[in-house]
């Protein structure tokens, strides 16, 4: 089936540094989203992106954060300071409609020390 | 605002016995509801999606039914697989909504033993 890539699997960092998440996306879907999973816990959204710019965020995506995808490569999120509780997994998602299914990419795992 | 509420969070059964994982949810709108199963250090993977009320999607044995009546799409197997170990997720998605973002619910974790 369609396959969504993030890179890094995993990252660890130190508190207060930048870091940047990728994804690449199901090539021809439109719609993209980011999740965060904290160990044990459900996964919850914070952000989709259409057409070049961020349609709903959730409270958990704080000033820190933000999003692009610049001339249709890579989808990124980038936590800018990063802080402890930003430890947790990242799941990327696409879907081709709102309201389609989504299809996830593997996580990215994310450490801040 | 919208909630998917699924009450087990593990479900430990012997294979070959038939399975089924709760969901109930709550929308202000006419949501579609998934399910996804995740297994370990994997993506999630879409399972199933609900149609029109009462018609029941299928796949891998899976079938769920969505009733708008009682707000559920229950998880049913007749005969669990050890393969069927993972963690799933039910979600739904507003259609009503700008957006569509999936609203998960805990997961459960089912544990299949022979």
């Known amino acids: 089936g369609p396959k969504v890539l993030q890179i890094p699997s995993h990252q660890i960092i130190d508190m207060g540094q930048m870091v940047t998440l990728n994804c690449d996306p199901v090539s021809n879907h439109l719609y993209f989203y980011w999740y965060k999973q904290i160990l044990g816990q459900q996964m919850e959204f914070l952000v989709n992106?259409?057409?070049?710019?961020?349609?709903?965020k959730s409270k958990l995506f704080k000033d820190q954060f933000s999003v692009e995808r610049p001339d249709g490569s890579y989808f990124t999120l980038k936590i800018q300071p990063t802080a402890l509780e930003d430890s947790a997994v990242y799941f990327c998602?696409?879907?081709?409609?709102?309201?389609?299914?989504?299809?996830f990419g593997p996580g990215t795992r994310l450490t801040v020390l | 605002g919208d909630s998917v509420t699924q009450t087990e969070g593990l479900v430990t059964l012997t294979e070959g016995l038939p399975v089924m994982l709760n969901c109930t949810y709550q929308?202000?709108?006419?949501?579609?509801l998934f399910w996804y199963v995740q297994h370990l250090n994997e993506a999630p993977k879409l399972l199933l999606k609900?149609?029109?009320?009462?018609k029941r999607p299928e796949h891998q044995g899976f079938h769920a039914t969505l009733h708008k009546s009682s707000s559920s799409f229950h998880l049913q197997k007749s005969s669990a697989q050890l393969s069927d170990s993972a963690l799933y997720y039910c979600a739904l998605s507003d259609r009503g909504g700008s957006n569509a973002k999936l609203t998960f619910g805990k997961g459960t974790k089912l544990s299949v033993k022979s």
């Open positions: 998602a696409s879907s081709l409609d709102r309201g389609r299914e989504q299809y």
């Open positions: 992106f259409y057409n070049g710019k961020v349609m709903e």
């Open positions: 609900s149609f029109t009320d009462n």
């Open positions: 929308s202000t709108y006419s949501p579609f």
